[in-house]
């Protein structure tokens, strides 16, 4: 999947991958993270 | 170097199907849509199916965890053989008499039951091992069902209700105040009850050797819940209301806020402060959640089971110094989420589980088990959220892989040999291993088992202060005598 340039919403989870990480990726490969949500569902 | 020990620990549980409706997810789904009460309803558990489920029976100690790997899926189609309302570490109290103890916890006449229920419950608290004539008589007067019916009309009273016919009422605390609302209050009065009932549990295990309520120096409390008014919403100090009705008379306290971490938290600064002897019996409390009661219930009709979340779980942990018996925590290799590690699941199971053991000189697989998140996975699959504590083990078997100490090939098997079924209930903080800890305790006394590591995350960004989440762990080891 090509990101540059592409605007992306992160929706993170506590027990699965975070947004934060997340972000992170999206930025290396040229993202640009518009939102960037966590959740726990438990 | 000596460590401080856990000295005891205390389970229970209060079936409360009926404040099912008064959980966060369902009371704002039943707003919206009036018709899912019936719904709901047919969806309850007796209590003889809340007792009788294995996990719950798990839960309060008269089954090992372990013992859930053998009974198929669902649990909830089976029931423990033999199960009793009493084990080891606690109960499993049923909603009746838990209003009943609502209104015994009850210092501002908050609650209010029915003349006959009222007396009714009053004569089977009598039989309680734990209920006392002082708390029978902080019973009072019952209430006439108009006075009950004119309060939930006229004066924002919530219904308490048992088997669909309504039995007392839950008063607002203030006409302004959001925050002092019936609703908000029940969370709290439940919260407290809960945990008294723990700490109860707790010292009737405590005072077999020797160590009675009134040797409590410091009551820790780890929950979630926000006491306070609209100058201080969460200001708490739960604990030492807790205490109060706990037979703590030498004891203060104070709550300690992580969000599901909070226990972990609790269990490091307890052991910090009898090393150090600024006290010498520290005890770490729980009470349930009720906002958590039937949060995935969605999920649980569209598969057509039982709505497993109907109950309020405490916890209650009791440390104390070195004592060459019980099982010591580790002071000298606690992990810890700082803020600069970030948020991959990496960074953060090597602060909570590497680095400390690394510290130590050992490696993943020198631990004999590992306790984490264990929600109860029949509760959380229904809804999508997955078996959160394989989730765990496969990501700390993954870390031991990249670290050259267990096979790739052999992640999904980590969980069997290392790890734990989840079997507590969804109640925020309750999960966060240390559900476990009685468990750990009573292998280590017996020889069992030599060390355990108990890890705990909090979902910090929840709160909207941070994006971070948080994490702590701490080590377990049995006396070397």
Known sequence: MNLVGKKVIVLGERDGVQGTALSECVKAAGGDVVLNINQCFV | ???????????????????????????????????????????????????????????????PPESLWDIPRPWWESSANGSARFGPFGEIMPEDEFYGLLRIVDDF?????????????????HKHPL????????????????TIEAKVANEAAL??????????CMASGHEEDPFLTA??????????????????????????????ASAIDYVINSGEEAVGDRYQRGAGNLAKAMAELSGCQNSTGSDVKAFCC???????????????????????????????????????LAKAQ????????????????????????????IGKHDVRFGGSAQAIAEALIAAPLEKLGLGIPDIDKYAVELHNPEVTEPSGSGNIPQFNYRTIASLAALRGEWSRTMIKDFEKQYGLPGFSPTQGHVPSAVPYLGHA???????ELKTAMFIGKGSLFLGKMTNLSDGMSFILEASDK
């Open chain 2, 159 to 168: 219904p308490l209700y048992l088997e669909g016919r309504m039995v007392g």
């Open chain 2, 441 to 447: 305790r009573d292998r280590m006394l017996r020889g």
């Open chain 2, 183 to 212: 609703s908000i209050l029940l969370e709290n009065l439940a919260c407290k009850a809960t945990g008294v009932l723990a700490l109860r549990w707790l010292f009737e295990q405590s005072s077999r050797d020797g160590i009675a």
């Open chain 2, 109 to 125: 006449d908050l609650v209010s039951l029915e003349a006959k229920f009222q007396e009714s419950i009053r004569a089977r608290l």
């Open chain 2, 262 to 300: 909070g226990p972990i938290h609790s269990v490091v600064i307890a052991a910090g402060l009898v090393q150090a002897g600024i006290f010498q019996n520290v005890v770490v409390v729980g009470g349930g959640a009720l906002g958590k009661l039937g949060m995935k219930f969605r999920g649980h």
């Open chain 2, 131 to 146: 209920i006392g004539e002082t708390d029978l008589a902080r019973l009072g007067a019952g209430a006439a069902l108009e």
């Open chain 2, 306 to 333: 039982p709505i497993l979340e109907d109950v309020l779980a405490g916890f209650a942990i009791l440390v104390g110094p070195h004592d060459g018996r019980n099982p010591a925590i580790r002071l000298d290799a």
């Open chain 2, 1 to 63: 170097m000596q460590f401080p020990v856990i000295k005891a620990v205390s389970y229970s549980l209060a079936h409360t199907p009926s404040l099912v409706r008064y959980g966060s997810k369902p009371e704002r789904e039943l707003r919206k849509d009036p018709k899912l009460d019936q719904q709901i309803t047919e969806h309850l558990r007796t209590f003889d199916q809340a007792c009788s489920y294995h996990p719950n029976q798990v839960f309060i100690g008269s089954l």
